[in-house]
């Protein structure tokens, strides 16, 4: 049995660095496992890396269930574990694990019969929609290990532990680096290649392997490691109230996908290169970011606990130190994009025209790395109050609505270039962060009697 760490004792700062330490390399691992993907596609061929490509958008829509779910899961255990209601926590856990096995299912049902439809909605008729179609199929098989091991994960984040999903990630990002040239190319005489569907079983093999040990690890643990099977049994009840907490957090997941096709559209009287600058220079500050969300995961683990407990002074206390310590990084890596911005353009590509527009989205969305940090913060302690629904209508207002009103009115009225696009988004984020923020300190001042200090009305609580 592992035992616990107790999140609503001991030092703020110590449990931020067990937290988010982590799962911020972590994040980095799997930035790598995705590398490697398309390293080992680019062997194979150019088709190769369309059909990575095709299939991308349809895992992207599985796998923030995964995160979904495992952000719903934090929340509401560890305010079970914070109030003392071990019993309620475990059983919640049990409703979790279930929940996750049976949604799962019903996804990856759903979306194999889908699979044609989905890739045939982007892309032409021919070999390459269906080698697509056919890598899908396998890719999508690796759902249910994907959620059910970043749900288990969840109930292992409420008990203060991060580092089993990271040494899962990382053996997976190495078993996959192994299996990636064994399953596409085989062993001439012995084991027949795949070609690119080997990629998807090699995802396949390894999101298994990381399932299994976080499960291991899971039903192991201080909250989980006594109990019959009967506790899995589904409950209406608990299973209504996961997916209250969930489907608000991966509706918002979704949105963000659509604030970037939102940006694209309006980049595409650009041209290519606009939208080519956009992609890489995306893809560079959202590593950068990563670390950021790190942070903010961990402050909803910590304040949820802390919360259930009623300690409302370190509830403020972690939000306080999660605002000061992710700002202070994220104005650091902000500096970072400034200076390093266009030489890490041009590793990318030697097109001038490619690295001035994607140095010059730098510069703009490295200054906003604080401002979507402060958000997400924002978000992680509404989720530990268990309100994701305020959550949601920011994120709708910050992808949907700010996205088309702001950029539109630089872009088309002021007849600004990719500049305007880039203030645009930033006039959107800037203002939902100042949305959030006072959304925030009225929900906070009604449930702990204060975002920064307590104050001196009664607070409900819960």
């Known amino acids: 049995m592992s035992s616990e760490i107790d999140l609503s004792?001991?030092?703020?700062?110590?449990?931020?660095?067990?937290?988010?330490?982590?799962?911020?390399?972590?994040?980095?691992?799997?930035?790598?496992?995705?590398?490697?993907?398309?390293?080992?596609?680019?062997l194979h061929s150019v088709e190769g890396l369309a059909v990575l490509s095709l299939a991308t958008t349809v895992i992207f829509l599985l796998t923030v269930v995964s995160f979904a779910m495992n952000a719903a899961i934090v929340a509401l255990i560890g305010n079970a574990l914070g109030a003392?209601?071990?019993?309620?926590?475990?059983?919640?856990?049990?409703?979790?694990?279930?929940?996750?096995?049976?949604?799962?299912?019903?996804?990856?049902?759903?979306?194999?019969?889908?699979?044609?439809?989905?890739?045939?909605?982007i892309s032409t008729p021919g070999n390459l929609r269906e080698s697509a179609i056919d890598y899908l199929n396998v890719a999508i098989l690796s759902t249910p290990f994907f959620i059910v091991a970043f749900s288990a994960n969840g109930i292992l984040m409420t008990q203060g532990r991060t580092v089993p999903m990271l040494c899962a990630q990382i053996a997976s990002c190495f078993l996959n680096i192994g299996l990636n040239p064994l399953f596409m190319f085989g062993i001439p005489g012995m084991i027949p290649g795949m070609g690119i569907i080997g990629i998807a079983v090699s995802t396949l093999v390894c999101q298994a392997g990381v399932m299994v040990f976080i499960l291991?690890?899971?039903?192991?643990?201080?909250?989980?490691?006594?109990?019959?099977?009967?506790?899995?049994?589904?409950?209406?009840?608990?299973?209504?109230?996961?997916?209250?907490?969930?489907?608000?957090?991966?509706?918002?997941?979704?949105?963000?996908?659509?604030?970037?096709?939102?940006?694209?559209?309006?980049?595409?009287?650009?041209?290519?290169?606009?939208?080519?600058a956009f992609g890489i220079g995306f893809r560079l500050?959202?590593?950068?970011?990563?670390?950021?969300?790190?942070?903010?995961?961990?402050l909803r683990a910590i304040a949820?606990?802390?919360?259930?407990?009623?300690?409302?002074?370190?509830?403020?206390?972690?939000?306080?130190?999660?605002?000061?310590?992710?700002?202070?990084?994220?104005?650091?890596?902000?500096?970072?994009?400034?200076?390093?911005?266009?030489?890490?353009?041009?590793?990318?590509?030697?097109?001038?025209?490619?690295?001035?527009?994607?140095a010059e989205?730098?510069?703009?969305?490295?200054?906003?790395?604080?401002?979507?940090?402060?958000?997400?913060?924002?978000?992680?302690?509404?989720?530990?109050?268990?309100?994701?629904?305020?959550?949601?209508?920011?994120?709708?207002?910050?992808?949907?609505?700010?996205?088309?009103?702001?950029?539109?009115?630089?872009?088309?009225?002021?007849g600004l270039d990719t500049l305007g696009v880039w203030l645009g988004v930033a006039a959107s984020a800037v203002t939902a962060c100042l949305l959030a923020l006072l959304i925030t300190m009225r929900v906070a001042r009604k449930k702990i009697g204060g975002l920064f200090q307590a104050a001196t009305t009664n607070q409900d609580g819960h």
Not at 9 to 34: C, K, M, Q
Not at 217 to 243: C, K, V, W
Not at 373 to 400: D, G, W
Request: net charge positive.
């Open 9 to 42: 004792v001991g030092a703020i700062s110590g449990h931020f660095r067990r937290l988010a330490i982590p799962a911020a390399t972590g994040v980095v691992v799997s930035s790598l496992y995705n590398v490697m993907d398309n390293f080992f596609a680019g």
């Open 84 to 121: 003392q209601k071990i019993a309620y926590a475990k059983r919640l856990a049990s409703q979790g694990l279930s929940y996750a096995v049976f949604l799962s299912l019903v996804l990856a049902a759903v979306f194999l019969a889908l699979a044609p439809l989905l890739v045939g909605a």
């Open 216 to 276: 291991k690890q899971t039903l192991n643990s201080q909250l989980m490691h006594e109990g019959g099977s009967t506790i899995y049994r589904p409950i209406r009840a608990d299973f209504a109230g996961i997916t209250k907490m969930a489907l608000p957090i991966g509706i918002g997941y979704i949105l963000i996908v659509i604030g970037i096709f939102i940006v694209q559209a309006y980049l595409k009287r650009f041209g290519p290169g606009a939208i080519a």
């Open 285 to 298: 500050q959202q590593i950068l970011l990563m670390a950021g969300v790190a942070m903010a995961a961990a």
């Open 304 to 358: 949820s606990r802390n919360f259930g407990a009623r300690n409302y002074d370190r509830v403020r206390e972690a939000f306080r130190f999660c605002i000061k310590t992710g700002v202070g990084f994220m104005l650091m890596a902000a500096l970072l994009l400034w200076v390093g911005g266009r030489p890490a353009m041009i590793l990318f590509t030697d097109d001038t025209e490619v690295v001035r527009i994607g």
């Open 361 to 414: 989205f730098l510069k703009v969305y490295g200054l906003l790395l604080p401002v979507h940090f402060l958000t997400f913060s924002m978000h992680s302690l509404l989720q530990a109050f268990k309100r994701p629904a305020i959550t949601l209508c920011v994120n709708i207002y910050r992808e949907i609505l700010g996205m088309a009103i702001f950029p539109a009115i630089l872009v088309i009225a002021l």
